[in-house]
């Protein structure tokens, strides 16, 4: 297994190992969660995917999520991003499966809305445009590591609430059913997830976040629009052409992504499966400190 570095700073490509000697092989598992760790972003090249073996790929990472209420692929372990409608025609650009994909073009972290959020990501093209529809990544690592120092040890005892409706609701109101509100209540998180592995340190931030617990409402959303503009500058980022037989993986603790758009009449497929984060992956030190009784 060869790792190949893509920059700027992070993400690399795995050559010589596919995804089932990966999921067969602890050997490989080891070298791969190794590259993980280190790289946050890894691609892999020309596989050979099938919802099963992807299935099988992910499960080596940790616990699969299901796939919540209100996407496609709902009470699975599989999201399913598509712009083709039941009839095999692609979606005018107003359907709900148009307006979804206009969400993931805001920079985000998958799953911070979650109960359990999520450690790794992994989306495989099925069909893709012949152009556009890339993923950009950016290490909230990197971002991390460039604040002064003042604003790190307040970050790293600060916590951000996240809710879904915020995201969904920068596209268009209403975008996040009633269900899917009742069903995602909004959840607080420690502003920087440590990596337990290396001890590096990472921003957690994404679209969903609103608000910073004890600040006010104006000043809280105005430093979390400071940290997102920051962490997502021109020139941060790694920009994944997606080729057919693509999967690319990322850890949801040290990066943000975004969907860049592609012609609305071109058809895309792509199967993405999300790891939950464990306690071994420093889930419990997100948490906020438990609340003082209040008697
Ligand atoms: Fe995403």
Partial sequence: MDIVPLGPGFAAEL?????????????AYAAARAAFEQHSVLV???????????????????????????????GSHFVILTT?????????????????????????????????????????????????????????????????????????????WHDYAHSRGQIAEGLASPEERAALPPQCWRMVWKNPVNGRRALYLASHAYAVEGMEPAAGKELIDRLMAAATAPGLGYVHQWKSGDVVMWDNRATMHRGRPWPAHEARLMV??????AAADGLETMRPPAKQAAE
């Fill in 15 to 27: 050559r010589g190992v596919t995804l089932a000697q990966i999921a067969a092989d602890d050997a």
């Fill in 84 to 160: 083709i409608g039941p009839d095999g025609k692609v979606v005018p650009p107003d359907h709900r499966y148009a307006m979804r994909n206009k969400a993931n073009q805001l920079w985000h972290t998958d799953s911070s809305f979650k109960r359990v959020p999520a450690l790794a990501s992994i989306l495989s093209a099925r069909i893709i445009p012949a152009r556009g529809g890339e993923t950009e990544f950016v290490s909230t690592r990197l971002a991390f590591e460039q604040l002064d120092e003042g604003l790190r040890k307040k970050l790293e005892n600060s916590f951000a």
């Fill in 44 to 74: 892999f090249r020309g596989q050979d995917v099938t919802d099963d073996g992807q299935l099988a790929f992910s499960r080596r990472f940790g616990p699969p999520e299901i796939t919540k209420v209100g996407s496609l692929g709902t």
């Fill in 272 to 277: 993405r499966t999300t790891i939950s984060a």
